[in-house]
C-alpha cells in the first residue's frame, strides 16, 4: 500500500517539457506523496523527451499526447484516463504559452492573434481541461494551475501573458464556484520567477530573479520543489476548506510595496 498524502489519489500532469519544469517537480512531489500519475506531452517534439524522463521515474506511468488547443484531444485523453481508470483525482495544468515577440516589445503592440494565442494556451485551456476532469472526479478531487504575479500588477515585458495569467486566475474562481457544487477544488499557485524552458523566452528574467533576490522577504528565489510542495497541499485533503484561492508561492515578494527604502545610507 502505498504511504502519503496523496495515498490512493489518481492524477493527471500537464505541462512537463523536461527536468526543469514546475510541472516534473509537482510530479516528483505527488509520486513521493504515494500518488499515481499520468502525463500529456505536446507533440512528437517532446514525445522522446517526456516519455524518458517519466519513464525513468515512473515506469508504468500513463503518457498521452495532449495539445490543450485542440478539443478533441482533451476529450480523448480523458477518455483514455477514464478507460484505465475509471476515475479520477486531481489535475496540474502548468502549461502556458505566447508569442516571444509579444514577450519582447511594448504591450501596447500586441497583436490581435498573438493575444488570442495567448488566451487559448494559458488561460481557455483551463475550462477546457475541467469540462472534461470533472466527470471522472469525485467529491475531493482537486484542481491546480499555474500562475504568476504579472496577472495582478504590471511587469514590465511580461505583457500579454500577465493578462493571460489574470484571466486563468480569473476562470479558477468561476471554475472553482461551478465545480463546488460537486465538491471539487479549483486553485491557482502563483510561483515566483523561476528558470524553466518557457521562461527562456521572457526578455526581463534575469532582471526578475535578481529583483526577487534582492526584495522578498525571504531574500532569494522560489525552487521548483516549493512549488511542487505546495501542490501537494492543494491536491491533498489537507486543503480540503480551499478553493478559488491563489496562493503565492515567491518567497513573499508579492507582500511588498516598495524597494530600497531601507537602506538608512540612503536617508535625507
Ligand atoms: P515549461 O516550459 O517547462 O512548461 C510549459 C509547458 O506548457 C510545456 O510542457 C509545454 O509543452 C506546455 N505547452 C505549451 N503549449 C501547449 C499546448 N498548446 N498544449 C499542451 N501543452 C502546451 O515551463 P514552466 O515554467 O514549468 O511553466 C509551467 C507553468 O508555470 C506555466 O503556466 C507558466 O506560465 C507557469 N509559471 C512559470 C513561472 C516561471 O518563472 N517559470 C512562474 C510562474 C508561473
Redesign the pocket.
Known amino acids: 500500500m502505498p504511504e502519503g498524502l496523496l495515498a490512493g489519489k489518481r492524477g493527471v500532469i500537464?505541462?512537463?517539457?523536461?527536468e526543469?519544469?514546475?510541472?516534473?517537480a509537482c510530479a516528483q512531489a505527488c509520486a513521493e506523496q504515494g500518488a499515481s500519475l499520468a502525463f500529456?506531452?505536446?507533440g512528437e517534439g517532446?514525445e522522446r523527451r517526456v516519455k524518458k524522463l517519466v519513464g525513468e521515474f515512473l515506469p508504468d506511468a500513463l503518457m498521452l499526447q495532449?495539445?490543450?488547443?485542440n478539443d478533441a484531444e482533451i476529450a480523448s485523453f480523458f477518455q483514455e484516463i477514464k478507460n484505465q481508470w475509471g476515475s479520477l483525482d486531481f489535475v496540474i495544468?502548468?502549461?502556458?504559452?505566447a508569442d516571444k515577440e509579444d514577450l519582447r516589445n511594448q504591450f501596447v503592440t500586441t497583436s490581435r492573434a498573438g493575444f488570442a494565442l495567448a488566451m487559448d494556451?494559458?488561460a481557455y485551456?483551463l475550462v477546457a481541461v475541467s469540462r472534461e476532469a470533472a466527470p471522472l472526479m469525485k467529491p475531493g478531487g482537486s484542481i491546480v494551475?499555474?500562475?504568476?504575479y504579472g496577472a495582478e500588477k504590471v511587469v514590465p515585458r511580461y505583457n500579454v501573458?500577465g493578462v493571460a495569467?489574470a484571466a486563468l486566475e480569473a476562470s479558477s474562481r468561476y471554475l472553482a464556484w461551478d465545480l463546488g457544487e460537486k465538491g471539487i477544488r479549483v486553485n491557482c499557485?502563483?510561483?515566483?520567477?523561476?528558470?524553466?524552458?518557457?521562461?527562456s523566452a521572457?526578455a526581463g528574467?534575469r532582471l526578475?530573479l535578481q529583483t526577487t533576490e534582492k526584495f522578498a522577504p525571504l531574500r532569494r528565489n522560489v525552487t521548483?520543489e516549493e512549488v511542487g510542495q505546495t501542490a501537494v497541499y492543494l491536491l491533498s485533503d489537507m486543503s480540503s476548506g480551499v478553493t478559488g484561492e491563489v496562493l503565492h508561492v515567491d518567497c513573499g515578494y508579492n507582500v511588498m510595496g516598495m524597494y530600497g527604502v531601507e537602506d538608512p545610507s540612503q536617508d535625507a
Not at 495544468?93 to 504559452?97: I, P, T
Open positions: 500537464l505541462g512537463v517539457a523536461n526543469k519544469s514546475i510541472a516534473w500529456s506531452y505536446l517532446l495532449c495539445n490543450v488547443q495544468h502548468s502549461v502556458a504559452f494556451i494559458s485551456s494551475a499555474m500562475s504568476y501573458m495569467k499557485i502563483s510561483a515566483g520567477p523561476i528558470r524553466t524552458l518557457s521562461a521572457i528574467m526578475m521548483q
